[in-house]
């Protein structure tokens, strides 16, 4: 399925975090049109960025999906090709520049208001309280925006 919007992808990838997607996960998933990846593969692909990494609160899961689609669709496999290397290495600071215009930061303890990282690899439960002290569902619908926009558009970045 291809949205023809980049605010349908926003909506979808916001839907699948509050369906329990982590938050790379909804990026990932959203985007399958672009990455051809089952949804099986793309969960389990996806499933060590949540919570800013393993819940550590590192980068932004959103932004690592970014990342990952990214590097699908556009990365390289010659490791020689150091032109490629160089073409992807920007495009990856743009989009993580462009987060962190939206949003203030990619680390996720910043966007969690979060002092210090976490030291539990526990994940929080899933509940209506839970959802509701997060920022989360609009982190990933900024990261699915900026995304779904670069890919839409052929990536133009400006710089």
């Known amino acids: 399925m291809r949205f023809s919007t980049k605010e349908e992808y926003a909506q979808y ?14 990026i ?19 499933s060590p960025f949540g919570g800013g990494m393993g819940r550590m609160r590192e980068v932004c899961g959103a932004v690592s999906g970014m990342f990952i689609v990214l590097g699908i669709v556009e990365g390289y496999d010659d490791v020689n090709d150091s032109k490629k290397k160089t ?28 002092s ?21 569902p609009d982190k990933v619908a900024s990261a699915a925006l900026i995304l779904a926009d670069y890919l839409l558009t052929k990536g133009n970045f400006e710089d």
């Open 87 to 114: 073409e992807l290495y920007k495009k990856v600071q743009q989009l993580a520049t462009a987060f962190k215009d939206d949003n203030g930061s990619i680390i996720c303890r910043e966007l969690l208001g979060l």
């Open 116 to 136: 210090a990282k976490s030291d539990s690899y526990i994940p929080s439960e899933r509940t209506k309280e839970y959802y509701e002290s997060r920022p989360c």
């Open 13 to 26: 990838a916001r839907q699948l975090f509050l369906d329990g997607c982590n938050c790379a996960q909804a």
């Open 28 to 46: 990932v998933l959203a985007f399958k049109d672009f990455t051809n990846l089952s949804d099986e593969f793309s969960k389990k692909l996806s």
